[in-house]
């Protein structure tokens, strides 16, 4: 868990500078740097990563998470420093009665589709986003299936159980 | 009539009736049916691996033109037969219903494969549960994915159902029951 990586200590170092009040939890599960941080402030760091100082120019993706022991939403951006090949991953958490986070659209045109996609699945409403309408399932569902609450099979299903798929 | 003396080749068999020296006689129904299901023109609609296997159905070494289905119809207007492979997620079923409303009567439907027929291994909120949720079929192969052979058989009972079918029965008020389940006029 430790920032033996020089690079990890510049980026740790700059944002910390930055940003002294939104950053919360530094690690580094799984060899990728990890920060949890302050979903208010995401597009203000995602700005700060992303401008030539850090040169974090690949968003890699963006994706949603739902926490069901606090009950809590995330969102989670994987973002990539194509120049000394450094990941850095961004967490927030989200209150689930109030799921706003601004939209990164205007810093990474990519995140378009990849908002759209977390909107579709949890939920998450993306403040400032063009055009926040679902992706990949059908316009007429009313759910959000990703999240908990809602179980993985189909309602419409006739003739399977789930003893057939070992659950 | 000139005697066939190639006992490799295999001509379709008469209907039942009448014959005498020099003529044939049977109902319309078996002469229209005879037809039809050596002539069928099939609407591939395949979206995953079973349509990998319907590919092998129609080359060379399986060669679904022996049974007369030699002519893909990509378009659903001039099509008979909608062939359905692979998984229909809730999203494309639209779209098959488009299609089939597309084809003209008579149109016969055939769902290969586990998951067009009841959604496979893909019991989640994003895949169609069968394509028989939004479209009649008329026949459904079994298998993950099936096999050619099986492909073939599936077309085979197709061309049974073609063969035998009444010259009424779209007219019928069991098949306009069966479309209205559908909402379908």
């Known amino acids: ?86 990941r850095i991953r961004l967490k927030t958490r989200l209150p689930k009665s109030k799921p706003e986070i601004d939209s990164v659209t205007s810093i990474f045109k990519s995140a378009n589709w990849q908002e759209r996609e977390t909107y579709d699945f949890f939920g998450i409403i993306f403040k400032g986003h063009p055009d926040l309408r679902r992706i990949l399932n059908m316009d007429e569902m009313d759910y959000f299936p990703l999240r908990k609450e809602y179980p993985l099979e189909d309602g419409t299903r006739t003739d399977k159980n789930d003893s057939m798929f070992g659950r | 009539m000139a005697v066939n003396t190639n006992n490799k080749v295999n001509i379709v068999a008469p209907p039942e009736g009448h014959s005498d020296a020099g003529f044939f006689a049977t109902s319309l129904d078996k002469a229209v049916g005879l037809a039809r299901k050596n002539s069928i023109w099939p609407l591939p609609f395949a979206t995953s691996c079973c349509g990998i296997e319907f590919m092998a159905t129609m080359a060379s070494n399986y060669d679904m033109a022996r049974f007369g289905a030699e002519r893909l119809s990509f378009s659903p207007r001039q099509a008979d037969l909608l062939m359905v492979m692979g998984t229909i997620s809730k999203k494309m079923g639209p779209v098959v219903k488009q299609v089939y409303l597309q084809m003209a009567e008579p149109r016969w439907v055939i769902a290969v494969g586990a998951c067009a027929s009841s959604g496979g291994i893909f019991d989640t909120y994003s895949v169609l549960q069968g394509i028989d949720k939004v479209v009649p079929v008329d026949v459904y192969v079994p298998g993950c994915p099936p096999r050619p052979e099986q492909i073939i058989d599936g077309l085979m009972r197709i061309q049974d159902l073609i063969g035998n079918e009444s010259l009424r029965r779209r007219n019928s008020p069991e098949y306009k029951a069966l479309l209205n389940s559908y909402g379908i006029k």
Do not use: Q
Request: glycine share 4%.
């Open chain 1, 1 to 86: 868990m430790e920032l033996n990586n020089a690079e990890y200590t510049k980026v740790v170092d700059a944002l910390k500078s930055r940003f002294p009040n939104s950053i919360n939890d530094i690690g580094v599960p799984y060899e990728t740097l990890t920060l949890s941080v302050d979903s208010a402030e995401i597009k203000n760091i995602i700005a700060f990563l992303a401008s030539e100082e850090l040169g974090f120019s690949f968003l890699t993706d963006v994706c949603g998470m739902h926490y069901e022991s606090t009950d809590e939403l995330g969102v989670v951006y994987h973002i990539h420093n194509l120049y000394t090949n450094t």
